[in-house]
């Protein structure tokens, strides 16, 4: 089995990846070429103080987020299977429940009689599961333990995974990132990649697809319907926060990449706005430093906005080299059953990001590290928080590699922030400093109210 430092999203929560493409350490405009290489261009930001007015965001938003039950389990049929498989998934079982059992932080298994648990799922197994039925089976028996964050992948999903991981994202397609709309079968696009079709059709962040060729935007086996050959055409009906659904037809193309980040500076200001979709590309570190270094070329900034708000986390390492950037020392530890491990910043100033003052994005969508990144740098006296209240997943992921080539992501450490309670946040989600829950569907980088608050706070604040 192995045991990285990772802390991943909960599959709920993940976004619908479209295309990814064309590895871009800054925004699309500057056309830089690796990720070690800081744009000497920064574009201005769509947002303008004094000049463009915010959207007003449905006071629905401020309610408590409330899970959907999980649908009643339809029994699975009895399959008979050959005794090699029978054997196989056997140990596969075994592997997992004492992997959980072993290795789960909560031992008290969230309340959860895990024995009886594995009792049940172990006599469907010796009872005869086909294949699919055996995957579905043993995702239940991890969900049966009323945690967000642990899940199971089956040994085909993690080689997607794995194939996406190794190809950097090569794909046929629009090149962009979304991520989904609630209680709908729609998405809004969270990044634009490089040379994406896209850009030159005028289509932009917040913009929501609606349908892809007349229909959703997913195939029944969850893969895009932009997705095909080179060349061929995609017709797409998109709605532009606060506009009306317009519909456009593009050619598809190849494109390869990491996964871009995107900054830009606001104008008649020195604030800039640097926004984080995820922490599990491990170029993103290398993509902030830039941006960093790009924004205080000529001049420091007098401010800085780290847009969270889509962070569904991702790997320890990325956020530690972002939170070197703005605070130092030590922030809090990671506790498993048998050990503690603390979390300590080393600094690395680049253009005064020591000392620049910052505000932090978060929203229900800022998940695990997002989640850690924020609070620390709030708790280390760096930054102020606005937005809404955090879903609270901060448990460290490890992986277990099963004997089939499946994997169980287990939350197997809690965080205890300095000064605070263990798990404090996992209780509490991240509160902001300043409530403003926003929905990245309902307004516009010129609109966004979220960063219009952040903008004034920054201007004001004393700290400036």
């Avoid at 005794?83 to 079982?93: C, D, E, F, I, P």
């Avoid at 896209?198 to 289509?203: E, Y």
């Avoid at 926060?241 to 037809?249: A, D, E, F, H």
């Avoid at 603390?342 to 620049?356: C, E, F, N, Y």
Wanted: charged share 20%; proline share 7%; net charge negative.
């Amino acid at each position: 089995m192995s045991y990285p430092t990772i802390s991943v999203t909960p599959r709920r929560l993940r976004p619908i990846v479209v295309l990814l493409l064309c590895l871009v350490p800054t925004l699309a405009a500057a056309q830089s070429p690796s990720p070690t290489q800081a744009a000497q261009i920064v574009r201005a930001c769509d947002y303008v103080p004094g000049v463009s007015v915010p959207a007003v965001m449905p006071i629905s938003l401020n309610n408590p987020v409330t899970m959907t039950p999980a649908p009643t389990a339809i029994p699975f049929p009895t399959t008979k299977v050959d005794a090699k498989t029978a054997a196989l998934q056997l140990k596969v079982y075994n592997a997992l429940w004492n992997a959980v059992n072993e290795h789960y932080v909560y031992t008290d298994f969230n309340g959860h009689d895990w024995k009886a648990i594995g009792a049940t799922y172990e006599a469907l197994v010796k009872k005869g599961l086909s294949e699919d039925d055996f995957y579905v089976a043993m995702k239940r028996m991890i969900n049966e333990l009323g945690d967000d964050h642990s899940y199971f992948e089956t040994p085909k999903e993690l080689a997607e995974e794995n194939e996406r991981e190794q190809s950097k994202y090569d794909y046929v397609g629009l090149g962009a990132l979304l991520t989904p709309i609630s209680d709908t079968h729609t998405a809004s696009i969270m990044t634009i990649f490089k040379d994406s079709p896209l850009i030159d059709a005028g289509i932009k962040v917040h913009d929501a697809i609606l349908q892809v060729d007349g229909g959703p935007l997913q195939n029944d086996d969850g893969t895009s319907r932009t997705l095909g050959e080179v060349g061929t055409n995609v017709t797409f009906t998109y709605q532009r926060p606060g506009g009306q659904p317009q519909t456009v037809t593009l050619k598809r193309k190849r494109i390869q990449s990491s996964l871009p980040i995107d900054f830009c500076i606001v104008p008649k200001t020195r604030i800039g706005y640097v926004f984080l979709p995820t922490l599990l590309d491990d170029t993103v570190g290398d993509q902030v430093q830039d941006a960093v270094k790009a924004m205080t070329q000529d001049e420091p900034l007098q401010g800085l906005v780290i847009d969270n708000r889509e962070n569904a986390g991702g790997l320890s390492t990325v956020a530690d080299e972002i939170m070197d950037l703005f605070a130092s020392g030590n922030q809090g530890t990671f506790i498993s059953r048998t050990k503690k491990e603390a979390l300590t910043l080393k600094p690395h100033d680049i253009g005064g990001s020591q000392t620049v003052p910052l505000v932090i994005l978060v929203d229900v969508n800022t998940v695990s590290y997002g989640e850690i990144m924020s609070g620390v740098l709030r708790l280390a006296g760096r930054a102020t928080i606005i937005g809404g209240t955090t879903l609270g997943n901060v448990e460290r992921l490890f992986s277990y590699d099963m004997p089939d080539g499946s994997r169980l992501w287990l939350a197997s450490q809690t965080f205890q922030p300095r000064g605070e309670a263990n798990g404090i946040w996992e209780k509490t989600g991240i509160i902001p400093d300043i409530s403003l829950p926003t929905r990245w569907d309902l307004f516009t980088e010129a609109t966004d109210p979220a960063l219009a608050r952040a903008v004034d706070f920054l201007l004001h604040s004393k700290k400036v």
